[in-house]
Nanobody, 122 residues
Framework: QVQLVESGGGLVQPGGSLRLSCAAS????????VGWFRQAPGKEREGVSC????????LYADSVKGRFTISRDNAKNAVYLQMNSLKPEDTDVYYC???????????????WGQGAQVTVSS
């Protein structure tokens, strides 16, 4: 059974940092493009960042460029999202998702995590 499990969410003050982890079981993440998405109730889902399986190429949404960093550790079968200089508008539920593709970003992810709440507030 394939599972993606996010962890590392929480409450942080503006300007603070969090690192989200996406741990996989039942598949080898190094064969998958992995993306981080975020969505709040009543809002559209937004792609935040993604990393390719082939060469580790990355892409970021303009809203997080320069503040967030995506990375993968194939030995741990995990992908991470380091979030710095957090803003209140980064408050959302963050999901990781994976697709078996050589594109940088998953376009139609087959596997999704359950989500991790990130709240940025003073």
């Amino acid at each position: 059974q394939v599972q993606l499990v996010e962890s590392g969410g929480g409450l942080v003050q503006p300007g603070g940092s969090l690192r989200l982890s996406c741990a996989a079981s039942g598949l080898s993440l190094d064969n998958y493009a992995v993306g981080w998405f975020r969505q709040a109730p009543g809002k559209e889902r937004e792609g935040v960042s993604c990393i390719s399986s082939k060469d580790g190429s990355t892409l970021y949404a303009d809203s997080v460029k320069g503040r967030f960093t995506i990375s993968r550790d194939n030995a741990k079968n995990a992908v991470y999202l380091q979030m710095n200089s957090l803003k209140p508008e980064d408050t959302d539920v963050y999901y990781c998702a994976a697709e078996f593709t050589y594109r940088i970003c998953p376009a139609a992810p087959k596997y999704w995590g359950q989500g991790a709440q990130v709240t940025v507030s003073s």
